[in-house]
Nanobody, 124 residues
Framework: QVQLVESGGGLVQAGGSLRLSCAAS????????MGWFRQAPGKEREFVAG????????YYGDSAKGRFTISRDNAKNTVYLQMNSLKPEDTAVYYC?????????????????WGQGTQVTVSS
């Protein structure tokens, strides 16, 4: 069983930064792509960023391009999301997820394990 535990969320002022972490259990972490999603109240879950199994390929949703950076450390079984220039509309619960494959996609259904989420609140 794979467990994903997010951390690093919190309250930050607009223009500030946060770094989210997602620690994964299990010995096969490096075999899979990983992704970050977010869900704001009353809205559907939205793809934020993804990273391939090796970290060689990264991809972003439109809301994250130019401001967020996804990375991973396979030796530590951890994936990160560096968020800069935060805006109030970035307020949401952020989830990390494990892809079913090595590349990953932007589609929720292509991810089979999810963390419990971490709250990010950006004040104006």
């Amino acid at each position: 069983q794979v467990q994903l535990v997010e951390s690093g969320g919190g309250l930050v002022q607009a223009g500030g930064s946060l770094r989210l972490s997602c620690a994964a259990s299990g010995r096969t972490f490096s075999n899979y792509a990983m992704g970050w999603f977010r869900q704001a109240p009353g809205k559907e879950r939205e793809f934020v960023a993804g990273i391939s199994w090796s970290g060689g390929a990264t991809y972003y949703g439109d809301s994250a391009k130019g401001r967020f950076t996804i990375s991973r450390d396979n030796a530590k079984n951890t994936v990160y999301l560096q968020m800069n220039s935060l805006k109030p509309e970035d307020t949401a619960v952020y989830y990390c997820a494990r892809s079913r494959g090595i590349i990953g996609t932007m589609t929720n259904d292509d991810y089979d394990y999810w963390g419990q989420g971490t709250q990010v609140t950006v004040s104006s």
